[in-house]
Every structure is written in structure tokens, then in C-alpha cells.
């Protein structure tokens, strides 16, 4: 039985107060908060171990490689890869997508192949592809969205047919929720010869995620967002698709042999980490998944199934509301973004933080996705997380439900 309030009790942020009262944290799609035993793993590093990687043959430093490999060891795991080797460390999800970007695309496209993404991207999944399509002379061509939020696969093939040499595609939307059907879409991109990036910033943190099982070439992710500190992701590449990759950055750490006038590179994942990597950070997402790993992905995301049911349900009594995002809950993540009326989103948001509850107001980094298709200028948007609880959905509607007195009659108008 999943225990909410003992995974509570991990996180010592959510017992603080804001404006005073208690905080109620519902901008998880934005980052999530730290447990316990992710913040000891850094300090442990720094007070224990610190010390530069694969270069020292001092304690420290074979302490500090050690744990680091295990890191990588583990994040692996997590997500099924086929070896350590095929897990490469980076920054967040956006550098992840930028290295295959600059890695593989630059090596690889050529004038009139095509980049297959769809119209529910976070602009770290969109923008990367317009600059490689610009510099390449490929040609990028979008998956739509349907009117029920998810992507309208009846074009798929067609997109697929002509010189598609990657498709590019989001895992979950941080804006609508929907989970998108990777493995389907995998099969039909191999079929057609096609690589595939799958953005899993929304969904390797909230649902089980196994690499081999979709069959994708690469799987980007950012650790901030699933436990662990900002500034370190990873990026999983295929070994197949490792072969066709070239650096991404140059310099130490990354070579095999070097002269005044060449250099040889070491074999991946080394390859692909030029200069000092985020150790701390590395060690600390190691914490973070073993973390995820003994709560287990499958209980994590029916608990995240549950709460949006109730949150969905809840959110009928305002009848101001409209929410944008899949109705099946089977291929929806724990987000529910939603205009209020005529109220402003920031209005929202501000409003709601004077009653302690933290949500996240704007386009969400999907401004195409907000303006061309929901046709709005910003949504308000609450996405939950393994800690929240009912009792904090019934604070989010108490809340807003103040913001409509607030905000009164004149200016709350149902959006056409
Ligand atoms: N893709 C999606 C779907 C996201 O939600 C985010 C973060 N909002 C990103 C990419 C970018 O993640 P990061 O800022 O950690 O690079």
C-alpha cells in the first residue's frame, strides 16, 4: 500500500510555510522537490569523497569515480538500458537533445531528409530540430494534435514516408499531460528507417520507462525533475545509434591520443563528457532513483493516476474552468492545465501563492503548442508529484475558488 504521508515525511521542504501557511507544491512538471537521502548524497560527497574523476589514482579520487560509475550504473538500470556504457551524463534534458542535435544531426542529415516532430513539444524539443533542419537543409515536418490532446497518428506514415531520417517526439506533455504512444511510433519509424529521440522529461520521473522495450535510439531526461539536483541529466543512446554519433564537445576527458596535430577519442560514454562532469549531482541522481526504485515506478504512477482523477473531478465544481488534456486517464500524466475565466493565468498564480499553493502560470516553454492550438496566451497549470495528496487538491480548488470571489463577476467570463 502506497503510504503518502511516510514519503512525505522524506521531503523536509514540504514541511515549510509560505505567506503562512503551509506550502502546497503543485509545479512539479517545473522541477520536483528533494528527499532526505538525495540532499545526504551531496553532502556526503562534498564532506567525504570530492575529488576529480578518472584521473586520479588517489583515494579520493578512486571513491569519487567509483561512486560516479555507479551513478551512471544505476541510471541505467532505471530505465533498462543495455549497458552503463550507453548512459551518457549531461546538464538537463535540453543540453541531451542539443547533443543528438550536434552530435548525430550534424553528422547525418543531409538536404531534403526530414525531421518528424509533433506539435506538443517543449521548445527543447522543437528548436534544437528547426536550427538542424536549417543547417542540414532538412526538412521538418510536425505530427498534429488531435482535438482530444493526443497526437493524430493518420499522418504518421505519410510523414514517415519521404527520406524521414528522425523522429523527434515527446513521451508526456508538460503542458497537456498526454502520453504519447513512443513504442507505436518507434516501430513505424523503424520500419521506415528512421531514428528515434524520445523527450522523457515528463515521463521518466512519473511511470515505469524500459528503453529496450520502446525500442528507441535515444531517451532524454533531466534529473532536477525526478528527485534529484539541478544540473545533471542523461541522454541514452542506443549502441546502434552510438556508432554514428561524433563529439559533441572537445577537450579533456573525452580523448584517447592526443598530438599538436590530432586527436583519437575514447570510446562512449567518455566520449561524449569533455571536461570535469557534475559529479555531486551525478552521485546525488543515483540517490534520487534508487529512491523511485524502492517505491517503485508502477506505485508511483497509479498514485499520480488517483490524484488527477480526484483533481479532475473536483475541478468540475468550478464552473468557470476548462482544462485542456487527454480524458483517459490511461495516457495521462499528473498535469492539469486550465484557464480560470477571464482571469489572467499570472493572476491565478499569484493569487494562489497567497494561500500557500505554488503553481506554474504562462506557455510553459510550448508557446506554438499554447497559442496556435489552444488559442490562448498562457494556461495555469498544477502537476503533481509521489508526494501530493488529496487534502492538497482540496486546498488547489479552495484557493481558486477564492480567486473567483476575488476576482468577481465582471471579470470572469467563460472563454469562448
Ligand atoms: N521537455 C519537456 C517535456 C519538459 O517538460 C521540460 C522541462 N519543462 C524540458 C523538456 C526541458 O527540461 P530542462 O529544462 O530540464 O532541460
Known amino acids: 500500500m502506497y503510504d503518502v504521508e511516510r514519503v512525505r515525511a522524506d521531503f523536509p521542504i514540504l514541511s515549510r510555510e509560505v505567506n503562512g501557511v503551509p506550502l502546497v507544491y503543485l509545479d512539479n512538471a517545473a522541477t520536483s522537490q528533494k528527499p532526505a537521502p538525495v540532499i545526504a548524497a551531496l553532502v556526503d560527497y562534498y564532506e567525504r569523497h570530492n575529488a576529480n574523476v578518472h584521473r586520479g589514482a588517489h583515494a579520493l579520487a578512486v571513491e569519487a569515480t567509483t561512486a560516479y560509475e555507479e551513478a551512471r550504473a544505476k541510471v541505467a538500470a532505471f530505465i533498462n538500458a543495455p549497458s552503463p556504457e550507453n548512459v551518457i551524463f549531461v546538464r538537463n534534458t535540453t543540453e541531451a537533445i542539443n547533443l543528438v542535435a550536434g552530435a548525430w ?83 513505424a519509424a523503424r520500419r521506415a528507417g528512421a531514428r528515434v529521440l524520445v523527450d522523457g522529461a515528463q515521463s521518466v520521473p512519473h511511470l ?41 564537445l572537445r577537450g579533456g576527458e573525452m580523448v584517447l591520443e592526443v598530438t599538436y596535430a590530432d586527436a583519437s577519442w ?11 562532469p557534475n559529479v555531486a549531482d551525478a552521485i546525488a541522481l543515483g540517490a534520487a532513483v534508487d529512491y523511485l526504485g524502492a517505491l517503485g515506478m508502477a506505485n508511483v504512477r497509479e498514485h499520480e493516476i488517483a490524484l488527477t482523477a480526484y483533481a479532475l473531478e473536483r475541478f468540475r465544481e468550478l464552473e468557470e474552468a476548462e482544462t485542456y488534456g ?3 486517464l490511461s495516457i495521462r500524466g499528473g498535469v492539469v492545465s486550465f484557464s480560470l475565466g477571464g482571469v489572467h493565468p499570472h493572476d491565478i498564480s499569484q493569487a494562489l501563492d497567497s494561500c500557500g499553493v505554488a503553481i506554474r502560470a504562462g506557455h510553459h516553454c510550448a508557446m506554438p503548442l499554447v497559442r496556435s492550438r489552444l488559442n490562448v496566451p498562457a494556461t495555469a497549470r498544477a502537476s503533481f508529484y509521489l508526494y501530493n495528496t488529496e487534502a492538497e487538491v482540496d486546498a488547489l480548488v479552495s484557493a481558486l475558488k477564492r480567486t473567483l470571489e476575488y476576482f468577481g463577476d465582471a471579470d470572469v467570463r467563460k472563454p469562448r
Open 105 to 187: 544531426a550534424a553528422e547525418r542529415l543531409r538536404p531534403g531528409d526530414r525531421i518528424v516532430s509533433t506539435e506538443i513539444e517543449h521548445h527543447s524539443n522543437l528548436v534544437p530540430w528547426q536550427h538542424a533542419a536549417r543547417t542540414s537543409g532538412a526538412e521538418l515536418r510536425l505530427l498534429a494534435m488531435a482535438d482530444d490532446y493526443t497526437l493524430d497518428l493518420s499522418d504518421l506514415d505519410a510523414l514517415l514516408s519521404a527520406n524521414a531520417r528522425l523522429v523527434a517526439l515527446t513521451h508526456s506533455s508538460n503542458v497537456l499531460g498526454t502520453i504519447t504512444p513512443v513504442k507505436a511510433i518507434t516501430d
Open 208 to 248: 515505469p520507462v524500459d528503453v529496450q522495450d520502446i525500442g528507441c535510439d535515444f531517451l532524454a531526461f533531466s534529473g532536477h525533475k525526478m528527485l534529484g539536483p539541478m544540473g545533471v541529466g542523461a541522454l541514452y543512446v542506443s549502441p546502434d545509434a552510438m556508432e554514428e554519433m561524433g563529439p559533441f
Open 266 to 276: 575514447a570510446p562512449p560514454p567518455m566520449k561524449f563528457e569533455a571536461g570535469t
Open 326 to 328: 487527454p480524458a483517459d
